[in-house]
């Protein structure tokens, strides 16, 4: 059995006394989609901020291919090869949107090779903007783009980073249905590409659609984790969180969603 | 796909590392003016040195001479601060302490002896000394935090000065070096170190450190999350900065063979270089540039014309410009070749609203 890519070890943050996160525990194997699934101010985006090294834990440590990189600052953990992406997307915005991902592809985890490559990199960019399809917009303004094209923006940024570990804030929310579905269509994209994704969503159906395995945390703990079948029947996550809306609708919803995963799998091979 | 190959073209553009001059124009071709300007600008600069260089055979009047030189000053420490202020997006007020320390530390060094050029680069590695040891503390703050700790740094280092009686405290420092005046002399430095300037300006903004000051400037958090160490960034920029700057309060010091607190370390020279970059377009190459020329030459006619009044102007202008035209004149300059696009292909197309919206976003981010 190899080594997880990720064991977070009883992860603590407190705000002024408040407890946003409470001895959190957990692991992510290498090459999986994780979902992370919580009612608002469950310490979702704390937890992510955490790994991305935005936020300082008060306790508990984040051991990433076996090295501690607990309070590491942001720039240090894209060099080992975490990179997150913005609930709300953050372009630069009078930069192109080249330029952008240009940003990812000279400062993360590829950064010597693009050095190497010299003005190669300009193609490299390129390339990850037709991977998210964005080509067109290649010379745009960043700050004019559609919100479904910044989130795209987003990705193509975070994976010119080269991550090995993906952290993926709500890349979905406020998007049409078929923008959600070719933004998940990428994130297995990515995944295929070897790349670990950390997905943090409100969308259940997208969530069930493309994870391997969600953990679902309520007031800042673990409540269950597991694939998406068994977390769903988890008696304790339906009655804290999910109660209402699988009792309901849900179940139809998430064949649905699922059935329309399988379709897209279909079509891309 | 042809859409694809469409895109080709530009990539070696954008493949030049800071890709400045990506986004100029949103998409569509350029019309016969906007090249035209484009052409303009680029032989201009050359056209501006040469015939600075140049200027002394014609034997112009030792004043024209004097006031060139001080221009010239004024460039450099004009581009130098638009590097941390422009790129970088940090607004500093204390420019005027790397200026006086540059000029002070020439006066000292000339003084024991050392030759011009040495003593030049003791006054840029003592303001870069310098900038390190404001910028490690000052640059945990941002936006106009840092903006009144620049204010606070200055004054303490203008006290400081003004009781350091090794160099003669409130009452000066006198240069005394030996062999005759060459005002030229004097011009040709200060010539080639504006130069220098604006050829570091135009590097800097082309290199991977470019990048990271646009990418800190539009969004410290988001450019730490792609890997940009925002801090090694700004301290990089202040320390090339603080050393341009030093270096002109040097020449400027050597100059005038006389160096005080209240002048070198006045709370106005750190106004005039945060104001010159404002003027001409922050965040460009060129701005500062023009910025400084414009000041460089006005100045002793305003402060001649309203002793009482000039900071008020200063002032004034300074809101109009943010107000009304942030990316200054050379945002401005943009403005009227984009107008005159418009009106060359009146009538042919449609749709040049978003277009322009665009290039003015962008106006503050190229050079």
Redesign the interface.
């Given at each position: 059995m190899p080594p997880p890519l990720l064991r977070v070890e009883r992860l603590t943050k407190t705000f002024a006394g408040l407890a946003a996160l409470q001895d959190v525990s957990f692991e992510l194997e290498r090459g999986g989609i994780y979902g992370l699934i919580g009612p608002n101010g469950a310490g979702k985006t704390t937890l992510l901020a955490i790994l991305a090294g935005a936020l300082r834990p008060t306790a508990g440590r984040v051991v990433f291919e076996e090295r501690d990189l607990t309070g590491m600052p942001a720039f240090a953990a894209v060099r080992h090869g975490i990179v997150r992406t913005h609930q709300v997307p953050r372009p630069f915005r009078t930069l192109s949107v080249l330029d952008n991902v240009e940003v990812g592809i000279r400062f993360g985890r590829g950064k010597a090779a693009a050095e190497e490559a010299g003005p190669a990199a300009g193609s490299a960019a390129m390339r990850i903007l037709e991977r998210v399809g964005l080509t067109h917009h290649a010379r745009a303004v960043a700050g004019t783009l559609s919100v479904g094209d910044q989130k795209r923006l987003e990705l193509a940024r975070a994976i010119a980073a080269r991550p090995s570990l993906l952290l993926c804030d709500e890349v979905c929310s406020g998007l049409t249905a078929p923008e959600t579905e070719s933004v998940l269509r990428l994130l297995r994209e990515i995944r295929q590409a070897g790349t670990t994704i950390l997905y943090v969503e409100h969308d259940l159906k997208a969530i069930m659609a493309v994870c391997d395995r969600v953990i679902v945390m309520d007031h800042g703990q673990k409540l269950a984790e597991g694939t998406p079948a068994e977390v769903q029947r988890d008696p304790a996550v339906v009655e804290a969180y999910i109660g209402g809306e699988v009792g309901k609708g849900d179940p139809a919803g998430t064949a649905g969603a699922a059935g329309a995963g399988g379709a897209a799998g279909t079509g891309e091979a | 796909m042809g859409?694809?190959e469409g895109?080709e073209a530009?990539?070696?553009m954008?493949?030049?590392?800071?890709?400045a001059a990506?986004?100029e124009d949103?998409?569509g071709g350029r019309s016969r003016s906007s090249r035209a300007a484009a052409a303009a600008a680029r032989i201009s600069p050359w056209l501006l040195g040469a015939a600075l260089a140049a200027l002394p055979l014609i034997g112009p009047g030792p004043n024209l001479i004097r006031l060139l030189f001080v221009t010239l000053v004024w460039v450099t420490a004009s581009v130098a601060w638009n590097l941390l202020g422009g790129f970088g997006g940090q607004v500093s007020f204390g420019f005027a302490v790397f200026y006086g320390l540059g000029a002070y530390a020439a006066a000292v060094a000339l003084n024991a002896g050392l030759d011009p050029v040495s003593s030049c680069l003791l006054a840029a590695g003592v303001a870069t000394v310098a900038s390190l040891a404001i910028g490690l503390p000052t640059f945990r703050l941002k936006g106009p935090y840092f903006a009144i700790a620049t204010i606070g740094v200055s004054e303490a280092v203008r006290v400081v000065m003004t009781n350091v009686s090794a160099t003669g405290g409130a009452s000066g420092y006198r240069v005394m070096e030996r062999g005759a005046f060459h005002q030229l002399q004097h011009f040709y430095s200060a010539l080639g170190l504006a130069a220098g300037a604006v050829a570091i300006s135009v590097l800097v903004r082309r290199s991977?450190l470019g990048?990271?000051l646009?990418?800190v400037r539009?969004?410290e958090?988001?450019?730490?999350?792609?890997?940009?160490?925002?801090l090694r960034a700004k301290l990089l920029a202040h320390a090339i900065a603080a050393a341009l700057t030093g270096a002109a309060g040097g020449l400027h010091a050597r100059y005038a063979a006389y160096v005080n607190p209240q002048g070198e370390f006045a709370f106005a020279i750190s106004v005039a270089i945060l104001l010159m970059p404002i003027i001409g377009g922050v965040g460009t190459i060129w701005g500062p540039v023009i910025g400084a020329c414009i000041y460089g030459l006005v100045h002793d006619e305003i402060i001649a014309a309203f002793p009482q009044l000039h900071l008020l102007i200063y002032g004034s202008l300074l809101i109009v410009i943010v107000l009304f035209e942030p990316a200054g004149i050379v945002g401005l300059l943009r403005r009227l070749v984009r107008a005159g696009d418009r009106r060359g292909r009146q009538g042919g197309r449609g749709g040049q609203e978003?277009q322009d919206?665009?290039g003015r976003?962008?106006a503050?981010?190229a050079p």
């Open positions: - | 859409r694809l895109e530009p990539l070696g954008t493949a030049a590392p800071a890709a990506t986004a949103g998409g991977r990048l990271a646009v990418a539009e969004d958090d988001a450019a730490a999350d792609l890997g940009v160490n925002p978003g919206g665009r976003a962008h503050a981010a």
